[in-house]
């Protein structure tokens, strides 16, 4: 490594651990720690309407999400088509408590914290469950298994009247130290919630990469036999990894319950877990900076051609719904897109102009 | 650094798509804001989230028309004097994260009054209006809307009012014993919800009997569930879902030979359906085996002659929309909400009160007695209190008689919805 971290212009790695820094020059680190006090100053500087507020709430309970699914699909290896449900599992267990207890229960509103915790667990015990059929199957057949539990999880949710057969199973609003988070105050307090866990997460993660488990997840993504060989147990490795996923899940569907106050079915379909592998395909599978490329892209893509249907369907004849489809019709070119030009996702831009920036003004 | 040509190129044209898309609603809003600041008149926003694209845009997409056309027409004819609504529109794709974010943006604008749509985002949304004590108006029926809620108001009877209706209307024609009726429904709240409230008037004394609740999935084919009801000597079913799969179900009793030609015709089925299930758009997806369907609403329809039919007419053709969508029950559903909403609005300017949520909640609930309210849409008054939210209370039976709609009796209240309160 060169002497000086903060202008280096090239790799100069002398050993493992110096390659393993979470920032390899103090400019990515500065850069960073500025771009996450500006995410923390900015709603205090800026004055924000509760709707932007939502929309950027609801991508970083994407971004939480998306981790998840990076790790099991993207590090790992295992294609999951049930991500929406294992959201789902996160957000119904609030609701499930809500129900037993009341939406009221001291536990839902001041411990908040915990219950987020729990769900998070409980995506996880789910997510070893599910995880188990991956000991023996792989590729399409492992892709059906997930399937299959989305279709169990849907079919649960929309027939038990336990769980109000799929609509909304209310949730009160939250306690923090200064007393109930009022109205006004709702999204802004989910905001900074959320935003630290989306921290935490990345770190998290960015940790989990650089030890032995998760380089164990990589390994067994590229090569599971040599895994084997190598003394590592691709089974357990598959299941913890879908294990981790299912936490991260969990945590972003009590994030989305709370954020939403209620818990309802339509919000983990089949259509949510497919929109989340292609947010994790946008944004760059097997990158950690994908994950929080990806729902912002397709979150903002969303946006805009909700704008644009809502804006055609004026000139558009109504009889043939063509704004209907301007959003799928887009969703999937960005994809088959992204699939045949760029492959590795925005986490590959990012890393190209990171390259640049720290090569110039060098061309190589 | 290498980015690919063809690709940049492709993005860069999406981008500049969107871009442009967003120019021009900005510049719409431009001129907008410039008409806004050059009026002296107060202008009042309401709000109205639905699907106009998405699921059950067929009956959004008119129902959008009906609201615009009504304001329009009010603002036109100064039914407020100089003052003005706007209605801002917005489409959520039948997705309740979707409604959220649109009522949020809504009140960031400064609504007073909102509209919804559907049956789930009014559930989900429902402490949202308690909080913000806001007015609201939804497109869905659900008896399940008014519980636990002060804020919400049915434009009409309820799902359960109207196949509770339905239900008398077959004890009381049947011949022989108790009539043995099917319930073909919707798998979601909505669907799901008057089945509860039947079974409750049947135990209250309604003489009919529930011999199976169908929840139909997106079946293609109801051959053996049709065969399962005719073993079980089901005589009538009554549907509330949308139109398509109850025209799937027609078209399929047709090609069995058990829809009945005429009412309680002895080893065939009569079907019957609420609300959403029938109007035009059945007749054109079921053709020749809607024929003989009966139908229950409380509006009125443009194919028989009313006051009410005259005025939707003109009100559509005065805003160029197409036959289909004039005479759509939908429009008519979107004119009624957009009719309550103004006429509130209209009561509170009379009375010189400060057009607020809070008065205009209170004109809604003093909208009784002597003070109801009688649009010509409608087969009887809308009546509200703080105890009632449903506005209609009477409702009518249409039968589907050579390709047309036509009413069978004059408007009624059921008897054991009043019972069952």
């Known amino acids: ?364 | 650094m290498k980015f690919k040509a063809p690709f940049i190129i492709i993005l860069s044209t999406i981008l500049s798509l969107f871009l442009l898309a967003g120019c021009g609603q900005k510049q719409e809003s431009g001129q907008e804001q410039g008409q806004r600041s050059a009026a002296k008149a107060h202008t009042y926003k309401i709000g109205l989230s639905l699907a106009i694209t998405g699921s059950t845009s067929d009956a959004g997409n008119p129902y959008s028309k009906g609201v615009e056309d009504y304001i329009n027409y009010a603002n036109e004819m100064k039914f407020l004097g100089d003052d003005k609504i706007k209605c801002m529109i917005r489409d959520d794709q039948y997705k309740n994260d979707v409604t959220k974010r649109n009522f949020e943006d809504f009140l960031s604008a400064g609504i007073i009054f909102y509209l919804n749509y559907s049956t789930g985002s009014t559930l989900a949304l429902k402490r949202d209006f308690e909080e913000e004590r806001i007015p609201v108006i939804p497109a869905s029926f659900h008896a399940g809307n008014l519980i636990d809620s002060n804020y919400i108001f049915l434009p009409i009877v309820s799902y359960s009012s109207q196949a509770i209706g339905l239900s008398e209307y077959i004890v009381n024609n049947h011949k022989g014993v108790n009539p043995k009726t099917a319930m073909f429904i919707h798998p979601s709240a909505f669907g799901r919800g008057p089945v509860e409230d039947v079974k409750k008037a049947v135990a209250a004394g309604l003489t009919m009997d529930i011999i199976e609740v169908v929840e139909h999935g997106r079946d293609l084919d109801n051959t053996a569930m049709l065969k399962r009801l005719i073993s079980k000597k089901v005589q009538y079913v009554i549907c509330n879902t949308v139109q398509s799969p109850v025209a799937t179900l027609l078209n399929d009793a047709q090609r069995l030979g058990i829809s009945a030609d005429e009412f309680g015709q002895e080893d065939k089925i009569t079907f019957f359906g609420v609300h959403y299930t029938g109007g035009n758009d059945l007749i054109a997806l079921a053709g020749t085996s809607a024929e003989n369907f009966f139908w229950t609403t409380s509006y009125r329809l443009t194919n028989e002659e009313s006051a009410g039919a005259s005025a939707q007419l003109e009100i559509a053709q005065k805003y160029g929309r197409d036959s289909k969508t004039a005479n759509s029950h939908n429009y008519t559903n979107g004119i009624m909400a957009a009719q309550i909403a103004v006429e509130t609005i209209r009561r509170a300017k009379a009375k010189g009160l400060e057009i607020n949520r809070s008065n205009l909640y209170n004109e809604l609930t003093a909208m009784n007695g002597f003070n109801a309210y009688y649009p010509l849409t409608t087969v009887g008054p809308v009546t509200f209190s703080s105890q009632d939210h449903a506005g209609v209370d009477t409702q009518i039976i249409y039968q589907v008689q050579n390709g047309v709609f036509r009413s069978i009796c004059n408007p009624f209240e059921s008897t054991y919805t009043g019972k069952l309160k």
């Open chain 1, 1 to 364: 490594m060169s002497v000086n971290r903060w202008l280096a212009t090239g790799n100069f790695y002398e050993s493992y651990k110096q390659e393993q820094r979470i920032f390899s020059t103090h400019c990515e680190r500065a850069v960073f720690i500025v771009f996450i006090v500006a995410l923390f100053l900015w709603p205090l500087l800026i004055k924000t309407s509760n709707t932007a507020l939502l929309v950027l709430d609801e991508i970083m309970i994407a971004i939480i999400a998306i981790i998840g699914l990076n790790l099991v699909t993207g590090f790992a290896g295992l294609i999951s088509i049930g991500h929406a449900a294992f959201v789902g599992i996160g957000a119904y267990t609030l609701a499930a408590t809500s129900r037993v207890l009341g939406d009221q229960h001291v536990l839902l509103t001041h411990a908040w914290p915990l219950m987020i915790f729990l769900s998070g667990t409980a995506g996880a015990v789910f997510g070893a469950f599910v995880g188990l059929p991956a000991i023996r199957l792989k590729h399409l057949y492992l892709a059906i298994a997930t399937l299959s539990f989305q279709m169990i999880f849907q079919w649960t949710i929309n027939f038990m009247s336990f769980f109000n057969q799929g609509q909304t199973i209310p949730i009160a609003r939250v306690y923090c130290f200064t007393g109930m988070v009022s109205r006004k105050d709702h999204y802004l307090f989910w905001y900074y919630t959320i935003l630290i866990i989306v921290v935490v997460c990345g770190f998290c993660v960015r940790n989990l990469l650089r030890t032995r488990y998760g380089r164990c997840l990589v390994a067994v993504r590229d090569n599971d036999r040599a895994a084997d060989a190598m003394g590592m147990h691709p089974g357990l490795t598959k299941v913890y990894a879908f294990s981790l996923s299912g936490f991260f899940a969990g945590i972003a569907g009590a994030l989305h319950a709370y954020l939403y106050r209620g818990a309802g079915l339509d919000s983990f379909t089949l259509h949510h877990s497919i929109t989340y592998l292609a947010m994790a395909i946008v944004g760059g599978l097997g990158t950690l900076a994908g994950s929080f490329f990806g729902p912002t892209a397709i979150k903002a893509l969303d946006l805009q051609v909700e704008q644009l249907s809502e804006w055609t369907s004026v000139f558009l004849p109504a009889a043939m719904n063509l704004a209907t489809a301007l959003k799928p019709l887009a969703f999937g070119l960005v994809i088959v897109l992204f699939l045949i030009f760029e492959p590795r996702g925005i986490a590959n831009w990012w890393r190209i102009i990171k390259s640049y920036i720290k090569l110039w003004p060098f061309k190589y």
